[in-house]
């Protein structure tokens, strides 16, 4: 023991699905976003990324990161900022306190595993950077808060900063050239609504062939339509999408979900060459929902869509039947029914569609996860690393 | 004889396809568009709308219109004002000159065909009011030139004012309300720039969901987005296209065309609910554009898109090969291809391209229409009423 101590903290962290989009950074380095944004963080007995942070004297440089049993990268220059950051917070707490160990000087390793298909097409990097930015927090026994971390994991993957919170969450752009005040806030906890659902379709398609961070670029630069969103629609709906969460309005909520997210993809389709994230299932599911709210005569569903083909659909849970009794008549046969959200769940065969629409919905979704508005991340004693720093097989 | 004089004119009139895409109406009764636009007129020898204008006094009242083959309903008030303003010349002409015979007080009988298929989808709308608009001034001989007739046409169609020219054509916006000035001008003859040719993919659909009459005034109602590109964008395009046409320069008319269309269904996606005309079948087309261009170096394929999901391809003659050829290699089963312009093409086997892009279009694309830049509506002996007044059956 001594200097050869392994020290370890595990935490898991969720997945968020924005409302309001992030796209487009005025600070490419910085992750410094054009706009602010918002979304809803999703349970992670559904969704969550599981990390374990470990760091000893005993440990080998580098600085080392396993996910889902594959070696990855640190080199890279955001992992490198979140690593720099916090070892500097540590290093502040060290010297002026000269009884701590040493940690900011011991090299790290950090296991990472999803309970998702990482095939799904995910945005997995949220929950790996908010989990890797508050497990390395907890191994330090850093004192700070979520709002300060997510400065820092924002460095990593901009949505990142927003999983740091559950419940809904702002990540406000700032003004500040060097982003210290483009972090994220809670704008609600879960407690506030907590009867928020989501249905997701995961949709067959090859991989995206635009990344999230070479297509929001491109478009800043190309697209004659953006600045339009940034500047002036995007801060709107943000106070309009505040309102709504804090008055539980789900019709405000539905409505300006859904058209910020055709804004957003509108913005990518106005990019040169054109961005095309959106197919013809997209746009079934599109109808689909379309067709839900009208047969209710109200929004009670919201469809959005991020940086590929998938559909996340939110809803109440009181118009679970409505909403995802139809889409279960329809996808039935798909995985990801059988947990406890989705066997509940009864199938609504009364409910009129479009065939056509269900056929392009039928042949397209590979499979659906029905999750809810979540927690933040999670302090937990299931370590992926065990005393000695050895990984531990599962 | 006498009285019972039977008056004809016939005239054939092109489709146009814009570059510049009007979408959006600052007077919906009046057809006055929010932005100008720009269009080429495509030859009529691939598609074109033949109509004859007929009148008498023996007619019995009101007037009609036959359209292949099936009575129209000509009392909406688009067919009415075309109808009024028409008789209002002809009227002034009989009181300057009572040795006229009273044609604006005589019945009219149209009858008019299009040489293309209707299913196809493809705006027959816009070379429809142009010949009916054109046909009617020929039977009254009025001096009206096809600028002050293209007021006249815009009130059936927007984009019909267009189909009065050949070669190169805008329409000018305009700034009166009474839209006096909201005219079609030539930019450019076809002698100007000849070699300017179009490949259209007929793409099998639904009918389209969303008119686009009613479309372009929800996006006007609704789309964040449409103003920036009504006031700004397009202004400065129509002056960057109408420059890259009289400089016959193919790569700026190619990247204005394509960003325009882009730009045009960036808006309907941002319209609420969202107007999609765009599918995977037309996002294909403009990958294998892309990948046309990449192959080539530079631009020398342009697509576009219309209220629908077929695509039009521009490209100059001496592009042939590359460009044709390669959608024959992909496309060569389907109908289209057996006229002079199809069979000239030899398909180009060897050009790299996409496998799942290809199969995508094969699978979607119905037919295809080989075509070029063409001629106004042209006055013709071939009349579609005999001298006694009677449809002629073919």
Not at 108 to 118: C, K, Y
Not at 121 to 149: C, H, K, M, N, W
Not at 155 to 175: D, H, I, N
Not at 287 to 308: K, L
Request: net charge negative; charged share 20%; aromatic share 6%.
């Amino acid at each position: 023991m001594g200097d050869q101590q392994v020290f370890r903290a595990s935490t898991t962290a969720p997945v968020n699905i924005a409302v309001i989009k992030y796209w487009g950074k005025r600070d490419p380095k910085l992750n410094l976003p054009t706009n602010s944004s918002l979304s809803v963080t999703l349970a992670q007995s559904d969704l969550r990324t599981h990390t374990t942070a470990s760091c000893s004297s005993s440990f080998s440089s580098p600085d080392s990161l396993i996910l889902n049993g594959s070696p990855q990268d640190v080199s890279g220059a955001r992992t490198q900022a979140c690593f720099r950051e916090l070892r500097q917070l540590r290093k502040q707490m060290e010297e002026s306190d000269s009884k701590l160990p040493k940690l900011s000087q011991m090299p790290l390793r950090v296991v990472s595993e999803n309970n998702f298909p990482t095939a799904a097409g995910l945005a997995s990097s949220a929950a790996g950077f908010a989990a890797l930015v508050r497990v390395i927090a907890d191994l330090y026994q850093l004192s700070s808060t979520p709002t300060e971390l997510s400065r820092i994991a924002r460095q990593g993957s901009g949505s990142a900063c927003r999983s740091l919170f559950g419940g809904y969450v702002a990540w406000e752009k700032g003004t500040e050239v060097d982003g210290s005040d483009s972090v994220a806030v809670e704008v609600a906890p879960v407690s506030h609504w907590p009867e928020m659902r989501a249905l997701i379709l995961v949709v067959s398609a090859e991989k995206k062939g635009v990344s999230s961070t070479s297509g929001m670029q491109a478009t800043v630069a190309t697209s004659t339509l953006f600045t339009e969103r940034a500047e002036r629609t995007v801060p709107k709906r943000m106070e309009e999408m505040k309102k709504a969460i804090l008055d539980r309005d789900f019709d405000t909520f539905g409505k300006v979900t859904m058209r910020d997210s055709n804004s957003f993809h509108a913005t990518c389709l106005d990019t040169d060459p054109p961005i095309f994230y959106m197919n013809d299932v997209s746009q079934a599911a599109v109808r689909m929902v379309e067709e839900i709210n009208e047969a209710a005569g109200r929004v009670i569903a919201a469809y959005t869509f991020d940086a590929g083909p998938n559909a996340v659909i939110y809803y109440l849970a009181e118009n679970e039947h409505a909403v995802v009794g139809l889409f279960k008549n329809v996808l039935g046969s798909k995985d990801g029914w059988a947990g406890s959200r989705g066997s509940a769940v009864k199938s609504n065969s009364e409910a009129k569609f479009n065939a056509k629409t269900a056929a392009t919905l039928s042949e397209g979704v590979s499979r659906v996860i029905l999750t809810a508005v979540g927690e933040g991340p999670i302090s937990v004693d299931d370590h992926l690393i065990d005393a000695d720093g050895n990984i531990i097989e599962r």
